[in-house]
Nanobody, 123 residues
Framework: VQLQASGGGLVKAGGSLRISCAAS??????????MGWFRQAPGLKREFVAA????????DYADPVNGRFTISRDNAKNMIYLQMNALKPEDAAVYYC???????????????WGQGTQVTVSS
């Protein structure tokens, strides 16, 4: 399974950005995978941001982004998205998409990882 994140860039505080993640070389149907977004800022640990179930029936958000970020997926295109609104300087990080077969936030449960896309937020 390969994951390719894209769409990162520079945005002003208060602005919006949508990042994407394309999945390929799947060994199962895409909707079998629980998909998540994580982020890592310089000098900090990688942290959970959001996740979504295969059918999109369930989603989960970290407290710092709840209400501002929205995760979604398009199973026909093997894609997930993260719509980020009201961005803050502290949201700046490299954002990674990841996949697992069971529901969860713990990084150890995510078997597949993308390479990351940089999001920079200017104040």
């Amino acid at each position: 399974v390969q994951l390719q994140a894209s769409g990162g860039g520079l945005v002003k505080a208060g602005g919006s950005l949508r990042i994407s993640c394309a999945a390929s070389s799947l060994t199962r149907a895409f909707n079998d995978y629980y998909m998540g977004w994580f982020r890592q800022a310089p000098g900090l640990k990688r942290e959970f941001v959001a996740a979504i179930s295969g059918s999109s029936a369930f989603d989960d958000y970290a407290d710092p982004v709840n209400g501002r970020f929205t995760i979604s997926r398009d199973n026909a295109k093997n894609m997930i998205y993260l719509q980020m609104n009201a961005l803050k300087p502290e949201d700046a990080a490299v954002y990674y998409c990841a996949a697992r077969l069971t529901i969860g936030r713990d990084m150890s449960g995510y078997r597949y990882w993308g390479q990351g896309t940089q999001v920079t937020v200017s104040s």
